[in-house]
């Protein structure tokens, strides 16, 4: 048997824990208020079903009520109780209203998840002042207006709080073909940075988490559309046959929501009190791979299948 062979035969990190697990105690959010942005649907769900599942009183914002019904009368079923609350994060006017909301419903919130963000492939020259504005208003300004009203509550109340910001790895590293988003989530993960220190004293713990590939019905059109070409579009869970996807991960898997909400409640915890400031990463370490021999270069046009600029 070749090498190669032997190499194909590698296992990968193993499959997570099955659906309905947690490492965490029985009703550890039992009487903790979560508010979790965008999560109607896709990661934010995610995340807010795991704290569901340990007893949180939960409000989901976004901007689709639809979505936020329904996963209103899925989570109800979990654990504690569950209210949806329409927002557009980018006002600050709407912003206080769906934490006046939250109050009025359940008490003010003990732990934020700002996990509403907008994103989409284009490159830098051909992006548009409004496609520029509206990023980075709803994934930075958005997450600073949701932190800031949650800090400036707790202050006056003299009560902790928890805040986690839903990043991405290209805060490190650039996105190319995603500068909007890419600034963005950089400005996001500085605040995690900033605030932490600001706000300690207090009583405030202001972490970042970021999400490696786990598909999900929210991805982006250019996820979507290689996750089509590499397997049917369901399941979605890591241990089914999604294709190519998962050869391109050094976990040899992609990830499952779920890993991102166990990640979430963790940090939030009781058990993660002395961790604030830092950026934790859920990937499979896909972001920090580099090859051996770097790959052919092929522009972000190219990658899109567009024309020279001006042509």
Not at 165 to 182: K, R
Not at 198 to 214: A, D, F, K, R
């Amino acid at each position: 048997m070749t090498d190669h062979a032997n190499e194909s035969m590698l296992p990968g990190l193993p499959a997570p824990a099955p659906p309905g697990t947690s490492a965490l105690p029985e009703g550890t959010y039992e009487g903790v208020v979560v508010l979790v942005t965008g999560g109607g649907s896709g990661l934010g769900k995610a995340i807010a079903t795991e704290f569901a599942r340990l007893g949180a009183d939960l409000v989901i914002a976004g901007r689709k009520e639809e979505r936020l019904k329904a996963a209103r009368d899925e989570l109800a079923g979990l654990g504690g109780r569950v209210a949806a609350r329409p927002c557009d994060i980018r006002d600050p006017d709407r912003v206080a209203q769906v934490f006046e909301a939250a109050q009025d419903a359940f008490g003010l919130p003990d732990v934020l998840i700002n996990n509403a963000a907008a994103n989409f492939p284009v490159p830098a020259e051909d992006m548009s002042p409004n496609a520029w504005r509206s990023v980075v208003d709803i994934t930075l300004n958005g997450t600073f207006f949701m932190t800031r009203e949650f800090a400036r509550r707790h202050l006056a109340a003299g009560t902790p709080g928890s805040v986690i910001n839903i990043g991405a790895s290209y805060a490190w590293t650039g996105g190319p073909g995603f500068a909007h988003s890419a600034a963005a989530k950089a400005g996001v993960k500085s605040l995690v940075e900033t605030l932490a220190v600001e706000w300690g004293p207090y009583g405030i713990q202001v972490n970042g988490l970021v999400p490696g590939l786990m598909p999900h019905e929210d991805m982006t059109a250019d996820v979507r559309a290689n996750l089509g070409r590499a397997a049917p579009p369901e399941p979605r869970e890591p241990d089914a046959a999604v294709g190519e996807l998962n050869a391109r991960q050094p976990a040899l898997r992609v990830g499952a929501p779920r890993e991102l909400g166990w990640a979430a409640t963790f940090l939030a915890s009781p058990y993660a009190r002395f961790i604030t400031g830092h950026t934790l990463v859920v990937d499979g370490a896909n972001w920090q791979r580099r090859g051996l021999v770097s790959p052919e270069m092929v522009t972000v046009r190219g990658q899109m299948g567009r024309g020279r600029f001006g042509g």
